[in-house]
């Protein structure tokens, strides 16, 4: 499972980063089913393996945080490989329990942001968005989204078709450059974060024009996500990048093909950054 998850994680089949984490994490529970002599045997490859999750993306501050929470509260901490076996299944419980309940408080939160009859902008796929609009929705709003398609891997049609089985919700699709022309019709963006690391957003690339546009348009720009998701230290942020194969599939001669995954937007650009702990300012 561990192998699988890693592979997973480095194909970028999950997309949210919060689910990236709680699948991490789980996959832990994988060395709890073997055998090990020591309890020092057992910490060593538990280390190990948390090592391989977080090199699967080093982008990924909540992956990084929920594994490192998970070897610091198992280090040293058990006396006999059984007990460290229910502490780390514990310990798995409540770190998954944690980033599912700020993922849901901060949607619960950004939910209050989303008023009846509001016209939104978003960009790539965020399950915290995607629960936030579900729960405006609930509560009685009906909205009008414009969804980019968020290329190469279009992850933005995965949010609009969800987007269109949601009744009160009227999604429009768009190729990522158009995005300019449908702000003036929006009353804010809303996105969600990879992370926030020194006063910078870091997210799926694309965001930092975006976030330059609505600026210059006067359109808000809200950013939705754990708290976990801002790191003041201990991480450091390194960007992904992907396969050429994804921006062109035939060989090419001359042509250095450029596909990062993510971008970097300084925070004086955001108007909001709404997680669990209500809205943050920097």
Avoid: W
């Amino acid at each position: 499972m561990i192998d699988e998850t890693i592979e997973e994680i480095r194909e970028m089949q999950t997309h949210s980063s919060s689910v990236v984490a709680v699948k991490a994490t789980r996959a832990l529970a994988e060395l709890t089913e073997r055998e090990y002599a020591t309890v020092e045997e057992f910490e060593r490859d538990l280390e190990r393996n948390v090592r391989a999750l977080k090199r699967a993306n080093p982008s990924h501050a909540s992956l990084y945080n929920a594994l490192q929470d998970v070897l610091q509260s198992v280090q040293g901490e058990a006396d006999t490989f059984e007990d460290a076996r229910e502490l780390t299944l514990d310990t798995i419980d409540r770190v998954v329990e944690s980033v599912e309940m700020g993922k849901r408080r901060a949607a619960k939160n950004a939910a209050g942001a989303l008023e009846d009859g509001d016209t939104f902008l978003t960009h790539d796929y965020s399950s915290t968005v995607m629960e936030a609009v579900e729960l405006a929705v609930s509560g009685g709003a009906e909205l009008t989204a414009y969804v980019t398609e968020a290329r190469p891997r279009f992850l933005g049609r995965k949010f609009a078709r969800e987007l269109a089985a949601i009744d009160g919700v009227e999604p429009h699709l768009m190729v990522d450059g158009a995005s300019g022309m449908f702000l003036g019709e929006c009353d804010r963006v809303i996105i969600g974060m990879d992370c926030i690391v020194d006063e910078t957003l870091y997210n799926r690339v694309g965001t930092f024009p975006l976030a330059v546009t609505a600026d210059r348009l006067g359109v808000p720009v809200t950013v939705v996500g754990s708290s976990a998701k801002i790191v003041d230290s201990g991480f450091r942020f390194e960007n992904e990048i992907r396969s050429p194969s994804e921006v062109m599939l035939e060989p090419v001669e001359g042509i250095k093909l450029e596909n990062p995954a993510y971008d970097a937007t300084p925070v004086e650009l955001i108007d909001q950054v709404i997680t669990d702990e209500g809205v943050v300012t920097f």
